[in-house]
């Protein structure tokens, strides 16, 4: 695990932002609050990003969309789009244009940058044929007052796990301060990352609902085998810069937050086998996989997390989606 323990290492994310105390962003001394965005220009930033994926999309080509998507959403894009250029060059012969309708705002007042905001949307790419009402939930987040808005995170939800967000008497939401340091959360959303990676590696701290993304994951893990294959894991928390996770305070107390996370799954095989090598991991894939293949991936989540004193099921986080996406490979 040496080895991995130095790729993990040397895939750090550089911080360029300064969080205060508070929780504000501070950039040029610009800490008045004011709202993220105005609802138009929210609509136009949705607007070009649909235009952009759709591009990028239907050619393959990461550069069509690489100004519209940041964070774990970019990530996962952008290495996406990469192995699906190297598999098929000529494009996306099955591409179905991703239509986003039906869209609501929701914009926090706060001060300094980044600002952001959350699209709360319908899309054409319900999996069950339109029986559950999903809705896709964009964060777009913009740096500065020349930079454009970019997606940092997409959740897909059910409707009924949307919860309602307080909002003050102009409509304006409320963002969760990165540092709850009036412990009125069951969890403080800027530990998330660390909360999650810590759970999957060791089962504590026990704060999280069970269920696919939580103790079914676990369980998964350690149930995972192979004849002549041993399988190693490890999780890093990834919670700075662009990767920082965002939340709302919703009317019941609790807050809606997303948050990342990466992930790396070491197959080593026994002697005179070799790891299966796809043509997505190929197309990513750094070194020669003679008996060991090490997969990395971003991952974001997007959780409900109670107030503090919740008890049983209702104190825990509810993750209620998880969106992960192979952006490296290394073989040895």
């Known amino acids: 695990m040496r080895r991995l323990g130095r790729l993990a290492a040397g895939l750090a994310t550089a911080t360029v932002l300064v969080v205060t105390a508070s929780g504000c962003v501070t950039v040029h001394g610009e800490l008045e609050v004011v709202p993220g ?11 070009d990003f ?9 050619a393959y080509d990461p550069a069509l969309d690489a100004d519209r998507v940041t964070g774990s959403l970019g990530a996962i894009n952008q290495a996406g789009l990469t ?20 869209a609501s705002y929701v914009i926090p007042r706060k001060a300094g940058w980044p600002r952001w905001f959350v699209a709360d949307t319908d899309s054409n790419r319900d999996q069950d044929g339109g029986k559950q009402d999903t809705r896709w939930l964009l964060a777009f987040v913009r740096t500065g007052p020349d930079a454009p808005w970019k997606v940092s995170y997409l959740a897909v939800a059910s409707a009924t796990e949307v919860p309602k967000f307080r909002r003050d008497a102009d409509g304006w939401a409320q963002p969760v301060p990165s540092a709850d340091t009036d412990a009125t959360l069951a969890t403080a959303p800027a530990e998330l990352s660390t909360t999650y990676t810590d759970y999957l590696r060791d089962g504590a701290p026990d704060v999280f609902a069970p269920g696919s ?10 149930t995972t085998r192979r004849a002549g294959f041993s399988y190693q894991y490890v999780d890093q928390a990834l919670d700075s810069g662009t990767f920082a996770p965002l939340g709302l305070t919703t009317e019941d107390g609790g807050a809606l937050v997303f948050f ?10 026994a002697q ?10 190929q ?6 996989v003679k ?42």
């Open 50 to 58: 649909t235009v952009a994926y759709n591009e990028a999309d239907k």
């Open 83 to 102: 192995a699906r250029q190297k598999n098929s060059p000529e494009g996306n012969a099955q591409h179905k244009p991703l239509e986003l309708t039906d």
């Open 272 to 281: 005179g086998l070799r790891p299966t090598v796809t043509k997505d991991v």
């Open 291 to 332: 008996s060991t293949l090490t997969k990395e991936r971003v991952s974001s989540q997007l959780v409900y997390v109670p107030k503090k004193g919740a008890g049983g099921a209702d104190g825990k986080v509810r993750v209620l989606n998880r969106l992960p996406g192979l952006v490296a490979a290394q073989g040895s």
């Open 283 to 288: 197309a990513l894939l750094s070194g020669e």
């Open 213 to 222: 993304m939580t103790s079914g994951w676990r369980e998964a893990r350690k």
């Open 37 to 47: 965005a105005t609802e138009p220009e929210a609509a136009k930033a949705l607007e």
């Open 260 to 269: 990342s996370s990466k992930h790396f799954e070491r197959q080593t095989a």
